[in-house]
Every structure is written in structure tokens, then in C-alpha cells.
């Protein structure tokens, strides 16, 4: 006769095995966000402050560039109306003050040389600008993932030498080259693609490309360098013992983890993008960000500069921020300022276990 058999009184433990945080875990995690979000507000003043004195440190007048340089019929009486109309006749910190009152409250101003809405100028350029961005982030991250990949599981140490050493080529050489050499070869030379212009998705192929070879070099450098320490770990020569192949190893087990420290130079990366666009979108004639900035810095438009410095800030802040806030979320391992564990510390093992079969514990 067989007994029916006792429930288990055990609690059952679903993935990833974490519970509700508690008060003391609470209180670092929210004192870590406030202070990340003062440091994100301190890093916009900053730019701010900075490109509002480099500006005014400038030689040229920004009202004669609005006049015209070739303009000999306007007096000076006319000259110093126009700089009491924009605030140019008050003293430098009177003009700080205004300006930095004017943003806080939501107002841009508007550009000194079409008179119309910053807001309106740099909403414009953003869509452009974020189109060549994302394909550029994405071809950079295909190409530099593939190569550090490639240079870390080959056999060959001739080509892995190879290999690793084409990101700091990439890194080296100036942007405009890599623009200019596409041009010369993939548009006049096989004519596949539009040289200049923005006419549809063909013409993105060349300035997207022009941003990912010195991005995905980096990408490269850094996920190539994270292997490679990543595969000396003894986590990997268990995986090894418990006969997963190469393959496995590398890109179920290395990979995985080492991808983790490149989210450290996301920040990096969208700054090197949004850089880049100043460079790439002169040289292939398409419209953004870019194209604003150069025009704006040529004729010393300080409000449009400044509102294209606020909006380049503001993306890298918010960047570094989400990545601040996430990467403690992916590595449980990662301890908080003020020495608080994050909230799932003390499960890591257990979901390392359900995430990673073969280096489970027995």
C-alpha cells in the first residue's frame, strides 16, 4: 500500500529569484538615483556656462556678422540699437543671468541671424540627425562586435595580430577621411550610392558608414580586450570541462559577459556620434544637427549654439544616466555609492545558475 505523498513545505523559488526590496535596501538605491540625477543637472550647467564664455570670448561681433561684413551703409548709432535690442550692450554677467533665467524656464530664445525659435531649429534638425545616428550605432556595433569577436576565437595569431590591430587604425584616422574615401570609391568610382543629399534610404548608406568605422573601432577595442580577459576566467574553464565547444564558449558564456563593461562607453559612443555628425553631414550635405552647428558657430549665433549644446548635453546625460541606473540591474554584482549591495546581490548566484546551466553549482 502506497502513502500519498506530503506536500513539500519548502517555498517555491521562481526565477530570478528575487523578492521585494526592503526599507534598507530601498534608501541607498533612492540616494544613488538623487545623486546621479544632481550630478546629470550639474554636467547641463556646465555646458551651458562653458559654450556661453567660449562664445563671448570669441574676436568677432555678432552683431556685424548680422549686419553683414559688406555692409558700409550701416552706422554705428544702427549697430548699437540692434545690440540693445538682443541684450549685447549689458554688462557679461548681466547677459549670463538673463539667458540662464530664459532656459530654466523653457525658452530657448531665438537665433539672432532668422529671428525664429531655437526649439523650432534644432526640433527640425533632430530627426535627420538621429536617422544616420542609429544606423551608424548599429553598423558600428555589427562591425566592431564581429571583429573583436573574430580576433578572439581565431586560432591564427597572425590574424587575430591583424585583426586587433585595425581598431586603433580606425580610432586614428580623421572622420572626414573616412567620408571623403567613400565617396571617391563607392559613389564616383562603382556609383552605387548618392554622394551628397539627403533623397531617400541609399543616401544614408555612406554617411551612416562614415560614423561607424571610428565607432565600431572602439566598440571593438574595448569588447576585444573584455574577451580576452573574460576567457581567462575559471568560470570558463569549467564551461570548458564540462565539454561545451568553442563556439559555445565563447559566445554563450565570454560573450555575454563580457559584453557588460562596453555599456560603461555607451556615453562614449552616442558623444562620438553626435560629433561626428557636425563632420559628416558638411561633408555629404545633409541636414541635422550638424549642419546647424557649423552654420550657427560661423556666424557666432549664440542662442542656436547654446540650444545645440543644451540638446547634445542633455542626450549624453540622459545616456549615462539610464546605463547608471540599468547596470546594476544586469550585473548584480555591481555595489551602489555608499557601499549598499544592489537589490538583487543577494540572489546573483541563484539566477547566475538559471542563466548559465553548465556552471551551476551541483
Given at each position: 500500500?502506497?502513502?500519498?505523498?506530503?506536500?513539500?513545505?519548502?517555498?517555491?523559488r521562481?526565477?530570478?529569484?528575487?523578492?521585494?526590496p526592503?526599507?534598507?535596501?530601498?534608501?541607498?538605491?533612492l540616494?544613488?538615483?538623487?545623486t546621479?540625477?544632481l550630478?546629470?543637472?550639474?554636467?547641463?550647467?556646465?555646458?551651458?556656462t562653458?559654450?556661453?564664455?567660449?562664445?563671448?570670448?570669441?574676436?568677432?561681433?555678432p552683431i556685424?556678422?548680422?549686419?553683414g561684413?559688406?555692409?558700409?551703409?550701416?552706422?554705428?548709432?544702427?549697430l548699437d540699437a540692434?545690440?540693445?535690442?538682443?541684450g549685447?550692450?549689458?554688462?557679461?554677467?548681466?547677459?549670463?543671468l538673463?539667458?540662464?533665467?530664459?532656459?530654466?524656464?523653457?525658452?530657448l530664445?531665438?537665433?539672432l541671424?532668422s529671428?525664429?525659435p531655437?526649439?523650432d531649429?534644432?526640433g527640425e534638425?533632430v530627426?535627420?540627425?538621429v536617422?544616420?545616428?542609429l544606423?551608424?550605432?548599429?553598423?558600428?556595433?555589427?562591425?566592431?562586435?564581429?571583429?573583436a569577436v573574430?580576433?578572439t576565437?581565431?586560432?591564427?595569431r597572425?590574424?587575430?595580430?591583424?585583426l586587433?590591430?585595425?581598431?586603433?587604425?580606425?580610432?586614428?584616422?580623421?572622420?572626414?577621411?573616412f567620408?571623403?574615401?567613400?565617396i571617391?570609391?563607392?559613389?564616383?568610382?562603382?556609383?552605387?550610392?548618392?554622394?551628397v543629399?539627403?533623397?531617400?534610404?541609399?543616401?544614408?548608406?555612406?554617411?551612416?558608414?562614415?560614423l561607424?568605422?571610428?565607432?565600431?573601432?572602439?566598440?571593438?577595442?574595448?569588447?576585444?580586450?573584455?574577451l580576452?580577459?573574460?576567457?581567462?576566467?575559471?568560470?570558463?574553464?569549467?564551461?570548458?570541462?564540462?565539454?561545451?565547444g568553442?563556439?559555445?564558449?565563447?559566445?554563450?558564456?565570454?560573450?555575454?559577459?563580457?559584453?557588460?563593461?562596453?555599456?560603461?562607453?555607451?556615453?562614449?559612443?552616442?558623444g562620438?556620434?553626435?560629433?561626428?555628425t557636425v563632420?559628416?553631414?558638411?561633408?555629404?550635405?545633409?541636414?541635422?544637427?550638424?549642419?546647424?552647428?557649423?552654420?550657427a558657430?560661423q556666424?557666432?549665433?549664440?542662442a542656436?549654439?547654446?540650444g545645440?549644446?543644451?540638446f547634445?548635453?542633455?542626450v549624453?546625460?540622459i545616456v549615462n544616466?539610464?546605463?547608471?541606473?540599468?547596470?546594476?540591474?544586469?550585473?548584480?554584482?555591481?555595489?551602489?555609492?555608499g557601499g549598499a549591495?544592489?537589490?538583487?546581490?543577494?540572489?546573483?548566484?541563484?539566477?547566475?545558475?538559471?542563466?548559465?546551466?553548465?556552471?551551476?553549482?551541483p
Open positions: 500500500m502506497t502513502g500519498r505523498r506530503r506536500p513539500s513545505t519548502a517555498p517555491v521562481r526565477w530570478p529569484f528575487r523578492t521585494a526592503t526599507r534598507s535596501e530601498r534608501t541607498p538605491v540616494r544613488y538615483v538623487l546621479r540625477l550630478q546629470a543637472f550639474g554636467v547641463l550647467w556646465a555646458a551651458y562653458v559654450s556661453f564664455l567660449v562664445l563671448y570670448a570669441l574676436p568677432s561681433d556685424r556678422l548680422l549686419a561684413s559688406e555692409a558700409t551703409d550701416v552706422t554705428g548709432e544702427q540692434l545690440r540693445a535690442e538682443h549685447f550692450d549689458q554688462p557679461l554677467i548681466v547677459q549670463y538673463t539667458q540662464l533665467w530664459r532656459v530654466l524656464r523653457g525658452d530664445g531665438s537665433s541671424q529671428g525664429r531655437v526649439a531649429i534644432v534638425a530627426g535627420p540627425t536617422q544616420i545616428a544606423a551608424g550605432l548599429v553598423l558600428a556595433v555589427l562591425l566592431g562586435g564581429a571583429l573574430w580576433a576565437f581565431t586560432r591564427s597572425r590574424l587575430a595580430a591583424f586587433l590591430g585595425l581598431p586603433p587604425l580606425g580610432v586614428a584616422v580623421p572622420g572626414f577621411w567620408g571623403l574615401l567613400l571617391q570609391w563607392l559613389a564616383f568610382g562603382l556609383h552605387l550610392f548618392p554622394a543629399g539627403d533623397s531617400g534610404p541609399l543616401s544614408l548608406v555612406l554617411p551612416a558608414l562614415t561607424a568605422l571610428p565607432t565600431g573601432a572602439t566598440i571593438a577595442q574595448l569588447l576585444a580586450r573584455s580576452e580577459q573574460t576567457l581567462d576566467e575559471p568560470y570558463i574553464d569549467t564551461a570548458r570541462a564540462k565539454g561545451a568553442r563556439a559555445r564558449v565563447h559566445l554563450a558564456h565570454a560573450l555575454r559577459n563580457a559584453a557588460l563593461p562596453a555599456l560603461t562607453m555607451t556615453g562614449l559612443v552616442v562620438q556620434l553626435l560629433s561626428g563632420v559628416t553631414e558638411t561633408v555629404f550635405s545633409r541636414p541635422g544637427i550638424g549642419r546647424v552647428t557649423a552654420s558657430v556666424t557666432q549665433d549664440i542656436v549654439v547654446q545645440v549644446v543644451l547634445a548635453a542633455a549624453f546625460v544616466l539610464v546605463v547608471d541606473l540599468v547596470y546594476p540591474l544586469l550585473d548584480p554584482r555591481i555595489v551602489l555609492a549591495p544592489a537589490p538583487d546581490e543577494e540572489h546573483a548566484e541563484d539566477a547566475d545558475d538559471a542563466l548559465d546551466p553548465i556552471g551551476a553549482k
